[in-house]
């Protein structure tokens, strides 16, 4: 079976995400992995205050704070779900990667922000990056969210870029996962084209085995419908409870300047929102 990793800094945020993870793991009785990735000195000893002298000394410390969340979790969710605690030391999303690739996880979650909520919304965080590095499906929590159950998810495709066709079963699956209603959105001004028209009806082939809908928006204005726009449409008209994405690959180049839109989704919105990749 493969797990759920959840990634944690130990914030607030980070243990409101935990809980969420463990009781997504005790539904789909997955293993729940607590994944803490440290620096032996850090960049900025400042941010930290005062830190071990050993790089042992902070693995224990970390591994400490890992089995305190742990119980906290067996205590508020369930004392049978099986938790499993891993301190690496490293760079996180070089430690994310790699942990989740190796774990085969089924699905990495995090807080959209750790100890600096304010500067996250604005300018991005660890975890907002990683929709554009994940290896895994990647489910993004805004801060205070209580989620618990799923029954609608609003999933962004372009017609422009058709998904990959693995990233969008994934997509799909997890939605069995959650029982939820998928509303798909798409933003076009050319609908009444044969070869638009012709991927409109692709894609619902492709979304006939999961309960949907499927909406193309008119592209009203001359500088385009921006994603969000559409996706905010989507949290109003229907009630959505999930923003579920598919993050377009990029060179690494491209990702060093440019803000993609699922990363900005992810530092706007205030809902859940799963990359699938």
Known sequence: MHPIVLATDFSPAAKQA???????????????ILLNAYRFWP??????????????????????????????????????????????EGYTRTVIND????????????????????????????ATDMAAETR?????????????????????ISIDTPPDALSLNTALTLARRFGCMVHGLCVHDETDTPAVAHR???????????GHTLTVLPDTDTSGRLLYET????????????????????????????EGETQRMARLTTLPLLAVV
């Open 18 to 32: 935990a809980e969420t993870a463990a009781r997504l793991a005790q539904s789909w009785h997955r293993e729940l």
């Open 43 to 88: 960049t900025n000893p400042a941010e930290t205050g005062d830190f071990p002298l050993s790089s042992q000394a902070m693995h224990d410390n970390s591994l400490h704070a890992l089995r305190e969340l742990a119980h906290h979790l067996h205590e508020q969710i369930s004392p049978d779900l099986p938790i499993r605690c891993l301190a690496r």
């Open 99 to 126: 942990v989740t690739t190796a774990e085969q996880a089924e699905l990495l979650v995090m807080a959209t922000v750790g100890t600096a909520p304010q500067s996250a919304r604005l300018m991005g965080s660890v």
């Open 136 to 156: 895994v499906p990647l489910l993004l929590l805004p801060p205070d969210t209580l989620f618990t159950t799923v029954e609608n998810a609003a999933l962004a």
């Open 200 to 210: 409109i009806e692709q894609l619902r082939t492709l979304l006939e085995q999961q």
């Open 231 to 258: 996706l905010l449409y989507a949290e109003q008209a229907r009630q959505a409870d999930l923003l579920m994405m598919l993050p377009q690959p990029h060179s690494w180049l491209r990702n060093l300047f440019v």
